[in-house]
């Protein structure tokens, strides 16, 4: 008889301690704003000038020399620079990349780190929807462009530079600017002469990370190695992105590589005469010079980029 009213006394004595005491309910862990998506987006930056710069060269030379230039195609433009200027010509200009692009990444990676968050709301356990992710892509691009402005018009104006003479005007990333600061009325704001054409180029990231979002979906859903998955969805968006936003890096480059600082009296001064200015010269083609270069530049190094990226913000998420 004992034995049976212990387990009655005990399934009681549990009931009343439950009632006393219920479960406490589980804190969510903070949404705020974190500072991983900026350290992690240094090592991204740094990941994609060491493998992307060679490419970005060759591709911006073919878009400033236009088809009757003075490269047949990409395997001749980079035969050339490898013939006269050796393989430091595919990383000229790659000092302020590799300042910029690590700071640019920083700026872009954690804007877009903390503007996500804020569009989770509360509860960071409820996934981003595409369309939120391509939403803060393209906050993302907007704030990025800011910084991406002046290092881009340093970067273009010191590839330009051929090796000879002619071509030659500034000794470094560093007399380029001093020389903008000296010829602009307003000094040092002259580095962001080319800032519509930046904006309107980096407004496409919407596309970047909306896309990003959608080919992570599509290649887990196909039981694809998660490991894999940042790269190949990296690159997929990244080839996306450049579909789409090829004719306005066009024209942005043809104005930030143009003799400084941009005036009335410049060839390319706004975004309207330069889209006109290469349309009369090259036709619909002039839009799409070194794009293919740029496609395939664009896969490995974005794709590298994103398991960078996507490796050390799992790992720094919960330290900053």
């Known amino acids: 008889m004992s034995t049976a009213s212990a387990p009655a006394m005990t399934t009681a004595n549990t009931h009343s301690s439950d009632h006393l005491s219920p479960t406490p309910t589980p804190v969510k862990r903070s949404n705020g704003p974190t500072l991983h998506g900026f350290v992690c987006g240094i090592a991204s930056g740094t990941t994609k000038l060491v493998v992307g710069h060679p490419f970005d060269t060759v591709k911006v030379r073919l878009q400033i020399e236009g088809l009757q230039g003075r490269f047949k195609g990409p395997i001749d433009c980079l035969a050339k620079t490898l013939r006269r200027e050796g393989i430091r010509g595919l990383y000229k200009g790659a000092t302020p990349p590799l300042l910029g692009w690590a700071l640019m990444d920083s700026i872009q990676l954690g804007t877009l780190t903390n503007l996500r968050r804020c569009l989770q709301g509360d509860d ?8 939120g992710h391509a939403l803060a892509g393209l906050g993302a691009g907007i704030v990025v462009s800011f910084v991406a402005a002046p290092v881009e018009l340093l970067k273009a104006q010191m590839q330009v530079q051929y090796g000879d003479r002619a071509t030659t005007r500034y000794s470094s990333p560093i007399a380029c600017a001093k020389h903008i600061a000296r010829a602009h009325p307003w000094g040092l704001v002259g580095l962001w002469s080319a800032l519509p054409a930046t904006l309107l180029f980096r407004s496409f990231f919407w596309l970047l990370w909306g896309s990003y979002d959608l080919y992570t979906q599509k ?46 009296n410049a060839r390319y001064p706004t975004i309207v005469k330069t889209a006109k200015a290469i349309y009369a010269t090259d036709g619909p083609r002039g839009f799409f010079r070194g794009f293919w270069t740029c496609q395939l530049r664009s896969f490995p190094t974005n794709g590298a980029a994103l398991i960078v990226f996507e490796f050390l913000s799992k790992r720094l998420e919960h330290v900053l």
């Open 219 to 264: 290649l887990t859903a196909f039981g694809v190695n998660t490991a894999w998955v940042p790269f190949l969805a990296g690159g997929l968006a990244a080839n996306s992105f450049w579909a789409m936003s090829f004719p306005a890096d066009v024209i942005k480059n043809r104005m930030m590589a143009q003799p400084q600082p941009i005036g009335e």
């Open 124 to 131: 960071p356990s409820v996934p981003l929807s595409t369309p």
